[in-house]
């Protein structure tokens, strides 16, 4: 590894940030050109739809200028023919001389066998470049053909003393606008926001990205509602048309309110119940896999966070402290005993720590 090789590759990794939650099923993919002496002669990320990939329109902006340079990439080159050829075949159509990647691809279409073609074609190749970061960005390509399910990003806000809600049918505002601009930028980054029918119906949220200039960036809203109690009136089904709004319910689910919703532009995903008659969380995710889905931000209450917990479904978790006590009595605890159990016992362990104005943000991650 070279001195430049970091800086290179984080350049790659900014230019994946960009697309992320635009590029389903495929993964958003940053790729740089570099010259010999040091010159940016071409620089992509994989376009909205996940098609081209990141590598081709690097390569092609670079033109003649990519014979003997190196390509900086966060993941493995694919090397399968799908609705495009192989970014293998670019790579070595263009004369690269070395390839410096970030992380391998454990799709078993590619999973090694993009790194086998461009050795065996005599190219140098550089991996694990930053690779702890790559991994972060990546969590819900790995996470989606490894697991056969989207990556799950929990988000949860609580009062100092530890509380996500006051009495019932009352608002409780507990972060600043600093922590709520990140929890848009992390809707933009997402393929789909998850919330459950309590949410639904206490907070009648839009759950679109309200950000200056990412208004556009809003992505699928899903609905956990096992009896379809989701109100015709509410925000998330009157915009249905405009913004793309899937309902998961039961089988059990009333065929009446099935068609209600649907006449009224939501989709509607029926799957398995557990024995409760609530819907089977890893079920309505695996339907989400299968659909490409691969990064699911959720901003359901902490009952939802709890089940979630208790079905070992969280692969990041960020709890928002606000700085203020919550003023009355008969507040819902932020943590339940299943997600209080994974973080005391580190299987959600913290890795990073903000401060977002007058708020903390905890981020923990899955470490097995």
């Known amino acids: 590894m070279s001195e430049a090789d970091p800086r290179f590759m984080r350049l790659a990794l900014a230019l994946g940030l960009r697309n992320l939650g635009r590029t389903w099923p495929n993964p958003s993919v940053g790729a740089v050109v570099v010259t010999d002496d040091g010159r940016i002669v071409g620089q992509a990320v994989t376009a909205p739809g996940g098609r081209p990939h990141g590598e081709p329109v690097a390569l092609a902006m670079a033109d003649g200028a990519a014979r003997g340079a190196t390509l900086y990439v966060t993941l493995e080159p694919c090397s399968h023919h799908g ?11 263009a004369g690269i001389a070395r390839v410096v990647t970030a992380l391998e691809d454990p799709d078993p279409r590619v999973a090694g066998r993009g790194y086998a073609l461009l050795t065996q074609a005599g190219i140098a190749l550089t991996t694990g470049v930053l690779s702890e970061q790559a991994a972060r ?6 996470t989606r053909v490894t697991k056969g399910r989207p990556s799950l990003h929990l988000k949860l806000a609580q009062t100092r003393d530890g509380f996500a809600a006051g009495a019932p049918h009352e608002r409780l505002r507990i972060t600043g606008p600093i922590a709520d601009g990140m929890v848009h930028l992390w809707r933009a980054h997402a393929d789909a926001i998850l919330v459950g029918i309590g949410t639904a119906r206490a907070d009648d949220p839009s759950l679109t990205v309200r950000l200056p200039g990412l208004g556009q960036r809003s992505p699928l809203r899903i609905v956990l509602d096992s009896n379809l109690r989701i109100l015709p009136t509410a925000h998330l089904v009157r915009a249905a048309r405009d913004i793309p709004t899937l309902v998961i319910t039961t089988r059990r689910a009333p065929i009446h309110a099935k068609r209600m919703l649907t006449s009224l532009g939501v989709e509607i995903l029926q799957v398995d119940s557990e024995a409760s008659g609530r819907i089977d969380l890893s079920a309505a995710l695996r339907a989400l896999g299968e659909r490409g889905l691969t990064r699911i931000c959720c901003e359901g209450g902490p009952h939802l966070a709890d ?10 978790c960020t709890l928002i402290t606000g700085p203020a006590n919550l003023t009355g009595s008969g507040g819902l605890p932020a943590i339940g005993p299943c997600l209080g159990e994974r973080l005391a016992s580190g299987h959600l362990a913290p ?3 903000r401060i977002l104005g007058p708020d903390r943000a905890v981020t923990y991650e899955r470490s097995h």
Not at 307 to 316: E, H, S, T
């Open 83 to 93: 609705r495009t050829p192989p970014c293998t075949e670019a790579i070595l159509a």
């Open 137 to 142: 960005d990546h969590i819900g390509h790995v």
């Open 307 to 316: 089940a979630l917990a208790q079905a070992d479904l969280i692969d990041v």
């Open 351 to 353: 890795v990073e720590t």
